[in-house]
C-alpha cells in the first residue's frame, strides 16, 4: 500500500515548461483541472500568446476551459461582470488581496496589471471550482491583450494597486494579510465608480458629512483607520494649546501623509470635521490607552460615531 501511495502522488518541485524551481513568489505553483502543475506566470504566458493551442495544458492537451463559457468576458457589461466580481464569497477577496500584495508594492507601475493583478486572479481563481467571476476578469483582460487603463475593466484593477501601493507604508507590516484589512481595502476602492481612475478628496468629504448617501462610507472608513494607525505608531505627545497649531499639524498628517497621491483638495469645513476626529481618536489612543482601529468587524459602527460627533461638534461652534 505504501508503496502505491507513493507512485500516485509524486511530489512536484520544479514547472514543466521552464524546467526552474517553484517557488511563492516569483514561481508560484498553479494546479489546472487535469491536476498537472506549471509555474504561475509560465502558464499565463502560455494562455496569452503561446502558439497552436494554447486553451489547453501543455502536457496532456486537456482544455483549460471546457465548453462553451457561461458568461463571454469579451462582450459581458464592464459593470455587470466587476459587481459578479465585488459579489464573490469574503475568503476568495482575501485571496485575492493577499496575493495581490505580494507584488502590488514593488511592481512596475506601468505593468500593474500583468504583475500584480492577473495573478491574484489567478490565485483566486484557482480556488473555486468551474468558470467563475476571478477567471472571467482574467479572460477579460487578457483578451486585449493590452495590460493598461484604456482597457475599461483594467481601472478599477489598477486604481486599487495604486491604493495599496498608497497604503502600504501606512500600516503595519502584520495588518496586510489580515482578512479584515484586506475587505477593508477591497470595499474602499469597489465604492468608487468603475470609470473613476482616480481617488478624490470631495468623496471623503462627502462621507463624512454622513448624508443619506453613504455610498462613500467604506473609504471614510479606511481613511479614519489609517488616522488611527498613525496616532498609535507616530504618536505626538506635545499637542498644541493653539487651534491653528493643532489644524497644521493634523492636515500635515492626515491630509499630506495620508492620501498625498488623491485628487484635489480638502475643504475648510473637512478639516474642522477632521480635527474632532483626530482629537477624539488621540484622546482614547493615548491619554486612555485604548487599541488603535484596525478594519475589524464592528469598527464601522465607532467610526460612524467619530464622524457624527465631529458634525454635531462644528455645528455647535459655529452657532456661537
Known sequence: MANRIDALFQPTTECPICQLPFNTREHAP??????????????????????????CCPMCRNNVFTGEPSVDPHNVDTTTLWNALCEQPADSLNTFMSEAWKEVHHANVTNLIYDAIVPALAAASSSL??????????????????????????????????????????????????????LMIWKANACIAIGEENIHWTLIDEASQLCTNSRYSPLLYLYTVLISQNITHNAQRNWSERRHERMNMVVERCCHNIGSTWVGRPSNAFKDRLVVVYEELRRHQLDMGRISLRGKAGEEHIVLGLWQMAVWSVRRDARR
Request: charged letters at 15%; aromatic letters at 10%.
Open 129 to 182: 471550482q468551474g468558470e467563475n467571476a476571478f477567471s472571467h476578469c482574467i479572460l477579460r483582460l487578457q483578451i486585449s491583450h493590452q495590460y493598461s487603463s484604456s482597457n475599461d475593466l483594467a481601472v478599477p484593477f489598477i486604481r486599487l494597486a495604486r491604493f495599496m501601493q498608497h497604503v502600504f507604508p501606512l500600516l503595519q507590516p502584520h495588518l496586510h494579510n489580515k482578512e479584515y484589512t484586506n
Open 30 to 55: 498553479v494546479s489546472l483541472s487535469c491536476k498537472h502543475i506549471f509555474g504561475h506566470r509560465c502558464l499565463l504566458r502560455w494562455l496569452k500568446s503561446g502558439q497552436g493551442n494554447t486553451n
